[in-house]
């Protein structure tokens, strides 16, 4: 009697046990600060000084003591003018400093009136049209950072904000995670590479590899290094060997196809000849075969090949997995809760994600073939509806929406 396969494994247990055997990579690297731009921090960054470093200006204008100026109208000489970058001399009694958006606030001022409410006389004094309150349009000192404060901790995924923020504390050079190195290799004697045969030669059960492409890319956006291997043959001590290969320099090895229980490929047999295999079965429409093993030190990870599953299971799956072997602190992307504008009335019992892009009105409408091998959806598509297993959707109902703008970051 065969023995009963086994139950659908829910995503988020699949997940939790995936990202349970990532550990952070050893090593880190220093990258110039123009270049951190995707790299995971690797330590604490500690500010050694304010930002701003003194009070500053906010506006042009005038500087002031408040106490001088009780009404509208007052009229005041300007004793200095304060360019941006430029030393301040205390503020003479009686008088009022020009002052640029930047420069230092004079010792003795405690608020700036912007120029808009200053009229400059011939004479060389100015006209204080509006009364001042204390500290108005003036920067303090360490308002944005105090000296001794964290910036950024170690596990976050540098963005263009937090690269500015490191600069401002004069740091030139960042600590990041190494990169994880990624062999990509397809199999299967189907495949056919774009530009090696055109499509009127194509020969009968021929297809063009597209996963290999926009796996490829998928990659390289999270910052890993990709050594694509090609197209191994269907044959059992070429995939042996391209195994062999990618498992001694790389952290992962990342194949699709030929993941399916039961299946009859050389994918299985081989990964479990080198190392380990399991073989996942998840409750998730698309991309319900998945597979995870290691080949001597580097992990294993084979997607489904259909298209769209494959694409779905690399950013729910491999992407956090990723984002773990880094160091990252959060590898959850983040989800909107829009409204339907459409109505799903049979759902699956899996999981699903639906294809799906923001209309004029801001809800979600559907790509109308929701088929797993139909990558057209995924290129029209704006994001993911996470739809759990078994729950119709009607017009009107809030559904939680994964942008693929933070999937593909």
Not at 234 to 250: H, S
Request: proline share 9%; aromatic share 6%; glycine share 10%.
């Amino acid at each position: 009697m065969n023995a009963p396969r086994p139950g659908l494994r829910p995503l988020d247990d699949a997940l939790a046990d995936l990202l349970s055997q990532a550990r952070p990579l050893a090593g880190v690297e220093h990258v110039p600060t123009f270049e951190a731009d995707g790299r995971v921090l690797a330590h604490d960054l500690v500010s050694a000084l304010q930002v701003p470093p003194q009070d500053n200006s906010s506006m042009d204008g005038y500087a002031v003591r408040c106490a001088e100026i009780a009404d509208e109208g007052v009229a005041l000489p300007v004793s200095q003018r304060i360019p941006a970058g430029s030393e301040a001399h205390p503020l003479a009694p009686g008088s009022v400093a020009r002052i640029f958006t930047g420069a230092p606030v004079p010792a003795g001022a405690d608020a700036i009136v912007m120029q808009e409410d200053v009229q400059a006389l011939e004479d060389g004094r100015a006209r204080i049209l509006r009364v001042p309150s204390a500290g108005q349009w003036i920067r303090r000192s360490g308002e944005d950072i105090t000296r001794g404060a964290v910036v950024l901790r170690a596990g976050e995924r540098l963005g263009p904000a937090a690269t500015g923020l490191a600069a401002a504390i004069g740091l030139a050079v960042l600590p990041v995670a190494r990169r994880p190195r990624v062999a990509l290799f397809s199999t299967g004697d189907e495949l056919v590479m774009p530009g090696e045969v055109p499509p009127e030669a194509m020969r009968p059960g021929a297809i063009y590899n597209s996963n290999r492409f926009f796996l490829r890319s998928l990659l390289l956006r999270l910052g890993c290094e990709v050594r694509d291997l090609g197209i191994v043959p269907d044959q059992r001590e070429a995939t042996l060997q391209a195994l062999a290969t990618a498992a001694r320099d790389n952290d992962l090895i990342l194949t699709s196809g030929g993941v399916s229980v039961g299946e009859e490929d050389h994918i299985k047999p081989a990964v479990q000849q080198l190392g380990r295999l399991d073989l996942w079965q998840i409750a998730m429409k698309p991309g319900k075969p998945f597979a995870y093993g290691r080949v001597g030190e580097a992990h294993f990870i084979g997607l489904p090949g259909n298209p769209v599953s494959s694409f779905v299971t690399f950013v729910l799956l491999v992407r956090p997995f990723l984002l773990a072997l880094m160091g990252a602190s959060e590898t959850a992307p983040a989800a909107w809760q829009l409204p339907a504008h459409f109505d799903w009335p049979r759902p699956d019992r899996r999981r699903e994600f639906l294809r799906a892009r923001r209309d004029a009105e801001g809800g979600l409408v559907l790509f109308p073939n929701q088929s797993s091998g139909v990558l057209t959806s995924v290129a029209w598509a704006d994001g993911l509806i996470d739809n759990p297993g078994g729950q119709a959707i009607a017009r009107g109902d809030r559904v939680r929406f994964l942008p693929l703008a933070e999937l593909l970051a």
